[in-house]
């Protein structure tokens, strides 16, 4: 994606790199950190991760419904499905 922007920014000599180090640092934080978070809410030896089906089974979800708050698996659910559908449609 970041190849796709270079074609269409302005100064890329100087965009570019400031792009490609803040992709660097989203991708450490959200997806490294998150794991972790999730790892130690969700072990993966957890009878709801085993035998879930669905969302249900889904670390986050479960880590979410531990914490005793009742609407946020549904936003997650609902975050995980606009972040897929926005994925295909970049791929497009």
Do not use: Q
């Not at 969700?42 to 089974?57: I, K, Q, Y």
């Amino acid at each position: 994606m970041i190849a796709v922007a270079a074609g269409e920014a302005e100064k890329r000599r100087k965009n570019m790199p400031k792009a490609v180090k803040r992709v660097f640092w989203r991708i450490l934080f959200f997806y490294v950190l998150g794991s972790l978070a999730i790892g130690v809410c969700a072990a993966s030896n957890d009878p709801d991760v085993l035998h879930g089906t669905g969302s249900a089974a889904s670390p986050w979800v479960i880590a979410i419904k531990r914490a005793g708050i009742e609407v946020l698996p549904s936003i997650i659910n609902a975050v995980v499905l606009t972040s897929a559908s926005s994925a295909a449609n970049a791929w497009l």
